[in-house]
């Protein structure tokens, strides 16, 4: 359990001043206000450092030590949150795509659903993605990371797929069943984007961020900023000198 004092601090820390009836207009604010102040990121991954997945270790990492964290993290803690807000909240398990569409294990993701006057998927553990609540089951929303939307899978019984409109197109990013989990049933795919060689956690370095305008994103390489449809890419190196930097200005389709 939060306690009084807990809750606060965890709405100070995303920027809200008090808890608000737990409704859906509470829900976006609450939403975006994760997105803008607590990032992505992979680093005590990269830095050995083991991800315990209890609310007191999240709390610490998250609220205190004004960390942010991946998935597993980020939606458990948050939902924790809602909860105590007064909403009522399923953790789910769902399967990512990759840039070949193909798959990745059963909880691989973490996301949420809030139950409503309807049910909303909620996320703030994915990155780049949509930045307010998507109505279940058919629902569409934008914002300036783009369009989204959720639409169902007519192979397996409820089983939803989140989808992104780029390249004039909807394109999955992952899919997920409404099966309600508990943060325990995530321990094994926690345990292994921490270890495996084969996980991107182990690979390289991630820390992003949502802005009013897009988002900030440091990786080992790249420095990234976003601005609507305008992606600046710095490349980073070793050397101080200004000349060992090369910048390079495209169009945004994420």
């Known amino acids: 359990m939060m306690n009084r004092s807990q809750i606060v601090k965890y709405l100070h820390r995303i920027g809200i001043e008090k808890a608000q009836s737990p409704d859906l207009r509470f829900l976006a604010a609450l939403q975006k206000q994760h997105l803008l102040n607590v990032p992505f ?19 610490k990492k998250i ?54 006057d309807n049910d909303y998927l909620v996320d703030v553990g994915f990155g780049d993605s949509s930045r307010k609540p998507i109505e279940m089951p058919g629902g569409e929303t934008e914002d300036v990371s783009g369009k989204y939307r959720i639409k169902s899978n007519p192979e397996i019984e409820s089983c939803f797929f989140l989808q992104k409109f780029t390249d004039q197109d909807w394109h999955p990013r992952y899919r997920f069943t409404t099966i ?75």
């Open 63 to 116: 609220v205190l030590e004004r960390r942010g964290g991946y998935c597993y993290e980020l939606n458990g803690l948050f939902c924790k949150l809602l909860r105590e807000l007064g909403y009522s909240v399923d953790m789910l398990s769902a399967r990512v795509f990759n840039s070949a569409g193909i798959l990745s294990q059963e909880f691989d993701h973490m996301t949420l659903m809030v139950h409503l």
């Open 180 to 254: 309600p989990r508990e943060l325990a049933d995530f321990q094994g795919m926690n345990e292994y984007h921490q270890t495996s060689p084969e996980s991107h956690f182990t690979q390289k370095s991630i820390c992003t961020i949502a802005t009013e305008e897009g988002r900030i994103s440091l990786s080992d390489k790249f420095l990234t900023i976003t601005e609507g449809t305008e992606k600046d890419n710095c490349l980073l190196y070793t050397s101080p000198s200004p000349r060992d930097r090369t910048r390079s200005r495209m169009p945004s389709s994420a």
């Open 41 to 59: 990121e992979n680093l005590d991954i990269r830095r050995g450092r083991e991800i315990v997945l209890d609310c007191d270790s999240l709390y």
